[in-house]
């Protein structure tokens, strides 16, 4: 049922959106609010959650500052969401970090950031959504991949394990909790216009992309948001890349 309806019931879905400060994240949580739910934005930096926060429409959002690597962070920044705001009907897992190099040169302190950032931490959230979305017997969970998880991608090495970790663990999860109603997807992005790929923009790799050039952070939040509404959707992985993955 979409959020507006909700909201027009008094009851609006509350999401909370890992990774919500900037890029893709930020533009889930301004979709969401569009349409009428309350968003939990978590970063690192809570003064640019904060940020986000006040530029969505809507009241009743919030910021939590949370590294979402740290178990017991986590754990504490969720129970204080939910004892606040509500039960969470949503969970977005957009928070990420990329470390491009060559395995050769990748150090053993960036392999552990980069899976502890983007692997450990979407299974921290999710195990400290599930406990009450398995009580309610509803919920839905985006995790946000990449293509380069499902094709493989040299200078990525760590980056691309971290990512095809998230789709086997994805996969795992929607088998364990689909009986309570509680779905779970990857969305697999490939070039997108954010701070991530600020140093990518101009180089050779826009003319593989079929539909020629990167994509916004706004197209991809649209399809986290069909994916969050689709209640017969689980354990899948959605592709928006422009067409990048067939010419990979
Ligand atoms: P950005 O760098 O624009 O934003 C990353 C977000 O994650 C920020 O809000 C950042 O806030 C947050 N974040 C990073 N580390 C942590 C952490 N340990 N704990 C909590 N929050 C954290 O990245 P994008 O929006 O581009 O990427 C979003 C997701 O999409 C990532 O998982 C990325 O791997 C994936 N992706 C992106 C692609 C692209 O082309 N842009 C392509 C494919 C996948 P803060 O620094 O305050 O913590």
New binding site residues.
Partial sequence: MCCSLLQGRGMSRLCVV?????????AVSRLLAERGCRVAV????QD??QATVVSLTGADHMAFG????KGEEVQKTFETIQKTCGNISYLV??????RDGLLLRTSPEDMVALL???LL?SMLTCKAVLRSMLHTQGGAIVN?????GLKGNAGQCV?SAS?AGLEGFTRSLAKEVASRNVRVNLL??????????VGLREGEGVRTIPLGR??E?EEVAKAVLFLLESPYITGQVLVVDGGLQLAM
């Fill in positions: 890992c990774g919500g400060s900037r890029g893709i994240g930020r978590v970063s690192r930096n640019a959650a949370c590294d979402v690597s897992n957009a928070a990420g970090i990329n502890h950032t983007n931490g946000i991949g990449s293509v380069v980056y990512k697999a992005p490939g070039f997108i216009r954010t701070d991530m790929t990167f994509g952070p």
